[in-house]
């Protein structure tokens, strides 16, 4: 039962354009909520968090928007840039709970 | 302040051998997760770690086990490997305090089993 969910595999966007990568949740005890980048052959990188308090957070060119009555979130990288071509993924946990679910990633592509 | 470090990056063993993992979390850190990561299911949660205590597991089987030194330092340890066991594995730290911390992951060591 995969409680985290990123249901675009890929997306690819031109240089400059805006990228939005969403993420859907079935568990409502989650409220804490993560994005993570990852290059091949590399560990996850840590880009952005949200808690379950909030509906928005941003920073820089990276703001994630929270859904709570819809158990959604989504990333969005304004201005996209060919650097930011990496997989995406969206992580979530719980209330008294340390690990993380995550979702099974989303692969950007930024054309230059 | 230095990341968190994984060693060996690289591994090859054959069904029915055993590994250890080796993790140092950043300075400062007392949790560290453990993650296999497969393309077939994504990144998946081992357990967790804190002031040398398990406090959460995932689904995995007894074959998959670990622990956590004084220095904050974690190994795991896989026994009696499957095919199925190759994978990335990931660790990652974070302070420890309050769930939902943000975690910081190392590089990953990336396990073949033939």
């Known amino acids: 039962d995969q409680q985290v969910k990123q249901n675009s595999p890929s997306l690819s966007v031109q240089e400059g354009r805006i990228s939005i990568l969403n993420c859907d949740y079935t568990?409502?005890?989650?409220?804490?909520f993560l994005w993570y980048k990852k290059y091949p052959a590399e560990g996850p990188t840590f880009l952005i968090s949200?808690?379950?308090?909030?509906d928005k957070n941003e920073d820089g060119r990276f703001t994630v928007f929270l859904n709570k009555s819809a158990k959604h979130l989504s990333l969005h990288i304004v201005p996209s840039q060919p650097g930011d071509s990496a997989v995406y993924f969206c992580?979530?946990?719980?209330?008294?709970?340390?690990?993380?679910?995550f979702g099974k990633g989303t692969l950007l592509t930024v054309n230059p | 302040k230095a990341g968190v470090t994984q060693t060996p990056r690289y591994l090859i063993k054959t069904r029915g051998q055993q590994v250890t993992l080796s993790c140092s979390p950043i300075s400062g850190h007392r949790s560290v997760s453990w993650y296999q990561q497969t393309p077939g299911q994504g990144l998946q949660f081992l357990f967790e770690?804190?002031?040398?205590?398990?406090?959460n597991k995932g689904n995995f089987p007894g074959r998959f086990s670990g622990r956590q030194f004084s220095n904050s330092r974690s190994e795991m340890n896989v026994s009696t490997l499957e095919l199925g066991d190759s994978a990335l594995y990931l660790c990652a730290s974070s302070l420890g305090g309050s769930p939902g911390e943000t975690q910081y992951f190392g590089p990953g060591t990336r396990l073949l089993v033939l």
């Open positions: 568990n409502s005890m989650f409220d804490y």
């Open positions: 949200i808690s379950s308090i909030k």
């Open positions: 770690y804190f002031s040398e205590t398990q406090r």
């Open positions: 992580a979530a946990s719980g209330m008294g709970n340390y690990k993380l679910t």
